[in-house]
């Protein structure tokens, strides 16, 4: 008598341990995937869209004017005036190489965080929010030139077409 006590199963079977187990693993890997999934600002140069992890960025705001800067390089669009700071407005096309467009009606100035100086870049407009997790990131285009591609983390499709993610420390170096 005292081996049937031993054989018979007590509690649940060992398969519906087993699926709870793999539930709970895979409600793990989920929470953990979560966890690493990080905002990005969305946002236009002419008809193309790129991204920038929005821990990097300060504020976003309207700019309607941009005061040139005598002798200044390309990549500087200029300074603006943000409610008495004074804000190096960068100018990513120049930056990215890509193809002048007409200035929009209102830019936007995307004001970056920690930088030694205010800095800014002016963006014609705003996409969205996204919310990325690095396995979505794919390696910058193999058809980029190196002089552009070298400011890339890479890039995401969204929608129905590639957002560039940016390396915004190589963009503002020197």
Known sequence: M??????RPVGEPPEQI?????????AG????AEQERVQYLGFYLGQEVYALPLRQLREVERVTRIRSVPGAPASVAGLVNLRGEIICALNPKAILSCPETAPAETSFLVVLRGSEEPLGLVVDSIA???ELSPDQI???????????????VGTVRVQDALMG??????????
């Open 128 to 130: 969205d929010i996204y």
């Open 18 to 26: 087993l699926k709870a187990i793999e539930q709970q693993r895979g």
């Open 2 to 7: 005292a081996n049937e006590d031993r054989e």
């Open 165 to 174: 993610v940016l390396d915004l420390e190589r963009m503002i170096a020197p």
């Open 29 to 32: 890997e989920q929470r953990i």
């Open 138 to 152: 794919e390696s910058p285009l193999a058809t980029w030139p190196s002089e552009r591609a070298q400011f890339f």
